[in-house]
């Protein structure tokens, strides 16, 4: 059963539009993650969050920005959307000292 | 410079045989690793992860082998079965709960 909700799961937009992509999780995890992973490629990490109002950049150069007003929320907001935005964005949570729980991810196509 | 390396991209296996999956990094401040198991359209699932003051960690079907020395961590699975199909990520960290560094991932096909 699914502790981490990523919504939607699949979007198609059109360039220059603003999107944000919704990760919530229910089990209390202090720390968040965004990773960006396209087919055939490693996980890249763009944002984490190791608490409220604590947001720190991956090292995947990235235009999208994230906010951690809640424990359970950590969206993540593409000001702009272009092509080279087209990937699969996966959301995670972890306590201190475990792995990940991740979330299904959701497939942006931005046309 | 990729610190996770997986160098092979697919692996192909039949029903009942030993998979091995393999993965090398560079920095040798890494100090746990783990071992993602992806099907296509979900995210990454937790299989089995090791210290490094470890050598070896056994779950079930999988064994996590690690080698410091050579900087080489490989992914047994007996016996393998056509479930396992997915794609394999290698992840590391080291200390100071740093976020995790993926290879670029294996894709198992058992064959039955």
């Known amino acids: 059963e699914a502790d981490i909700y990523q919504t939607p799961r699949y979007l198609v937009i059109g360039t220059g539009k603003k999107i944000t992509l919704e990760c919530s999780q229910t089990?209390?995890?202090?720390?968040m993650y965004w990773y960006q992973q396209d087919p055939g490629m490693e996980l890249h990490l763009i944002h984490y969050?190791?608490?409220?109002?604590s947001t720190e950049k991956g090292d995947l150069s990235s235009e999208s920005t994230v906010s951690r007003i809640r424990t359970e929320h950590f969206p993540l907001t593409l000001e702009s959307a272009r092509p080279s935005h087209t990937s699969q964005y996966l959301c995670?949570?972890?306590?201190w000292g475990v792995g990940y729980t991740f979330g299904s991810g959701t497939r942006l196509t931005v046309v | 410079d990729q610190q996770v390396k997986q160098n092979s991209p697919s692996l192909s296996v039949q029903e009942g045989r030993i998979s091995i999956l393999n993965c090398d990094y560079t920095?040798?401040?890494?100090?746990?690793f783990l071992w993602y198991k992806k099907y296509p359209a979900e995210g990454p699932t937790f299989l089995i992860s090791?210290?490094?003051?470890?050598d070896k960690n056994e779950d079930g079907r999988f064994t996590v082998f690690l080698n410091k020395s050579a900087k080489h961590l490989s992914l047994h699975i007996v016996p393998s079965q056509p479930g396992d199909s997915a794609v394999y990520f290698c992840?590391?960290?080291?200390?100071?709960?740093?976020?995790?560094?993926f290879g670029k991932g294996t894709r198992l096909s058992v064959i039955a």
């Open positions: 995670a949570s972890s306590e």
């Open positions: 920095n040798s401040m890494f100090d746990y």
């Open positions: 090791i210290s490094s003051i470890k």
């Open positions: 992840a590391a960290r080291h200390s100071g709960n740093t976020p995790l560094v």
């Open positions: 089990m209390g995890h202090d720390k």
């Open positions: 969050s190791y608490g409220v109002n």
